[in-house]
């Protein structure tokens, strides 16, 4: 696998994991899925943006501030409310376009 290839793929799960996020977030909402429980909410969202963080690592690791930078990129998919792993890499080159 090219490094594009694992950056999009790397990306798609980042996406799929913020759509469970999402998901687990509504789950004391009026509209919450059925699948989900209120309990879900703290319980669930908390260790998959845990791990939205650590897969963000892999865009920023050669960078001194890489933990300000993935903060930027949460901000940026949280604000959009992104769902696919085209709106994480277009988030993930916002963040490395204002650093160069």
């Known amino acids: 696998m090219t490094d594009i290839m694992m950056t999009e793929y790397r990306h798609a799960k980042i996406a799929e994991l ?18 989900t429980r209120p309990m879900m909410v703290g319980a669930v969202c908390n260790p998959l943006m845990k791990a939205v963080r650590g897969l963000l690592n892999g865009d920023f690791y050669i960078y001194d501030d890489a933990g300000d930078l993935i903060e930027q990129v949460v901000t940026e998919l949280l604000d959009n409310n992104v769902h696919e792993g085209y709106g994480v ?12």
């Open 18 to 35: 913020l759509s469970i996020m999402w998901a687990c977030n509504d789950a004391d909402s009026d509209n919450a899925p059925e699948w």
């Open 89 to 100: 890499t277009q988030a993930v080159n916002i963040v490395l376009n204002d650093v160069q």
